[in-house]
């Protein structure tokens, strides 16, 4: 009988053991160093899972070679993905910009239907057994745990990265290869909190606003993104946020943040808005000049933030002062101190070098029967459902196990 272990129970892993059982006469062990398997993923999407994203496409992917995850994402796309949870017995409901969440709004949802189906395909899950080696014997290989040592035919590697480290975020899984003849690359935090210049953020703790947001280095544009923004005590988080953190992972000291929070009006449209307000109620102190257009608190920082007296009679304020606010809200400025670490983050932006692996089925060019897939590769998603369809793409191409 052939034996097939996979070492890690996180997304990736548990798609790649259901895959694998899927051939009858198989004996499939999955090794999870967490008390459970799916922890991590528990987490994912504010606890309510993003379990993919309708438009994933390889322009969404980043690493050495983005293109490396085409042929898994031919194999298994994002309607695949809906499809096979569906028959694992998982309602999904589609959302804004195409990302796909259970009915349940609730992560534990989709850890529940794949433990359910893991134990109904016969899969051997080991928890709480961390690899200590893999170990190349003959045409196969021997795990080594802490309690034995396994004997295995193939190997699939779905370790993770370092991303989200009391999570189960791990560097097991380069550690594992390295003695293999695989490489890695520099590892960075990515989907990740923004760590800003503290005055404004300090202030605004807890503040959630809608923005468009440009990551600058000089008048160079690195990234950009829009949609929610969080201010918390040391920067700014939100999925605008986590959409250029890998920009701001790599891109090194003299970082700027600007804002729009009005990003669906132009500069002179915002001016109109608020020369409107000066002429209604010009007895108004300025510091609720934005109030009902941006949240308050956020309105009295961006007065602020234009230099105006708050106690200041809208009335008596200039066609200079209001552009200024009007420039606030169209460009507020944070200098960027850095990210948050892996512990924060969510996923890892590098890995284990793709060019040592078979795009079509995930084996190692030079190890027979070793396979890898999700995180522990250098691919990673933007946010938005991108690196959770690529969990499920990779480890139901690496359970193919090159058939």
Same mark, same amino acid.
């Given at each position: 009988?052939?034996?097939?272990?996979?070492?890690?129970?996180?997304?990736?892993?548990?798609?790649?053991?259901?895959?694998?059982?899927?051939?009858?006469?198989?004996?499939?062990?999955?090794?999870?160093?967490?008390?459970?398997?799916?922890?991590?993923?528990?987490?994912?999407?504010?606890?309510?899972?993003?379990?993919?994203?309708?438009?994933?496409?390889?322009?969404?992917?980043?690493?050495?070679?983005?293109?490396?995850?085409?042929?898994?994402?031919?194999?298994?796309?994002?309607?695949?993905?809906?499809?096979?949870?569906?028959?694992?017995?998982?309602? =999904?409901?589609?959302?804004?910009?195409?990302?796909?969440?259970?009915?349940?709004?609730?992560?534990?949802?989709?850890?529940?239907?794949?433990?359910?189906?893991?134990?109904?395909?016969?899969?051997?899950?080991?928890?709480?057994?961390?690899?200590?080696?893999?170990?190349?014997?003959? =045409?196969?290989?021997?795990?080594?745990?802490?309690?034995?040592?396994?004997?295995?035919?193939?190997?699939?590697?779905?370790?993770?990265?370092?991303?989200?480290?009391?999570?189960?975020?791990?560097?097991?899984?380069?550690?594992?290869?390295?003695?293999?003849?695989?490489?890695?690359?520099?590892?960075?935090?990515?989907?990740?909190?923004?760590?800003?210049?503290?005055?404004?953020?300090?202030?605004?703790?807890?503040?959630?606003?809608?923005?468009?947001?440009?990551?600058?280095?000089?008048?160079?544009?690195?990234?950009?993104?829009?949609?929610?923004?969080?201010?918390?005590?040391?920067?700014?988080?939100?999925?605008?946020?986590?959409?250029?953190?890998?920009?701001?992972?790599?891109?090194?000291?003299?970082?700027?943040?600007?804002?729009?929070?009005?990003?669906?009006?132009?500069?002179?449209?915002?001016?109109?808005?608020?020369?409107?307000?000066?002429?209604?109620?010009?007895?108004?102190?300025?510091?609720?000049?934005?109030?009902?257009?941006?949240?308050?608190?956020?309105?009295?920082?961006?007065?602020?933030?234009?230099?105006?007296?708050?106690?200041?009679?809208?009335?008596?304020?200039?066609?200079?002062?209001?552009?200024?606010?009007?420039?606030?809200?169209?460009?507020?400025?944070?200098?960027?101190?850095?990210?948050?670490?892996?512990?924060?983050?969510?996923? =890892?932006?590098?890995?284990?070098?793709?060019?040592?692996?078979?795009?079509?089925?995930?084996?190692?060019?030079?190890?027979?029967?070793?396979?890898?897939?999700?995180?522990?590769?250098?691919?990673?998603?933007?946010?938005?459902?991108?690196?959770?369809?690529?969990?499920?793409?990779?480890?139901?191409?690496?359970?193919?196990?090159?058939?």
């Amino acid at each position: 009988m052939e034996t097939v272990v996979i070492i890690g129970g996180g997304a990736s892993g548990m798609a790649a053991a259901l895959t694998a059982a899927e051939t009858p006469g198989r004996r499939v062990v999955l090794l999870e160093r967490q008390q459970r398997v799916g922890r991590k993923l528990l987490a994912t999407g504010n606890g309510r899972c993003n379990l993919t994203n309708t438009g994933a496409a390889p322009e969404n992917y980043h690493g050495e070679n983005p293109d490396f995850v085409l042929p898994a994402l031919r194999a298994f796309p994002p309607s695949a993905a809906i499809a096979w949870f569906r028959g694992l017995g998982l309602v =999904t409901v589609e959302e804004y910009g195409g990302r796909v969440y259970p009915l349940s709004n609730a992560a534990n949802s989709v850890v529940d239907v794949l433990r359910f189906q893991l134990e109904q395909s016969g899969v051997e899950v080991k928890t709480a057994c961390p690899v200590r080696e893999l170990l190349r014997a003959g =045409t196969g290989y021997t795990v080594v745990t802490d309690g034995e040592r396994l004997c295995a035919d193939k190997v699939i590697v779905a370790c993770g990265g370092a991303a989200g480290a009391k999570l189960g975020g791990v560097m097991d899984g380069y550690a594992l290869l390295k003695p293999l003849g695989h490489k890695r690359t520099a590892l960075y935090p990515a989907l990740v909190q923004l760590v800003t210049a503290p005055e404004y953020p300090r202030a605004l703790k807890g503040v959630r606003a809608d923005c468009a947001l440009r990551l600058l280095l000089g008048g160079e544009l690195l990234a950009e993104s829009a949609g929610e923004l969080q201010f918390t005590e040391t920067g700014v988080s939100g999925p605008a946020a986590f959409d250029v953190s890998r920009a701001a992972s790599l891109g090194g000291k003299g970082l700027t943040l600007s804002a729009d929070f009005l990003r669906g009006y132009d500069a002179a449209a915002v001016l109109d808005m608020l020369k409107t307000r000066r002429e209604s109620l010009p007895a108004l102190p300025a510091a609720e000049l934005l109030t009902g257009i941006v949240h308050n608190r956020l309105g009295k920082m961006l007065v602020k933030y234009a230099g105006l007296d708050a106690a200041a009679p809208v009335g008596d304020l200039t066609d200079g002062a209001l552009a200024a606010v009007a420039a606030a809200c169209k460009d507020f400025r944070l200098a960027v101190q850095g990210t948050e670490g892996f512990d924060s983050a969510q996923v =890892t932006v590098g890995g284990i070098k793709t060019g040592g692996f078979n795009p079509e089925t995930l084996e190692s060019w030079f190890m027979p029967g070793l396979f890898v897939c999700g995180e522990l590769l250098d691919v990673d998603g933007d946010c938005g459902g991108f690196n959770l369809q690529w969990a499920w793409a990779s480890g139901r191409l690496a359970g193919r196990l090159g058939t």
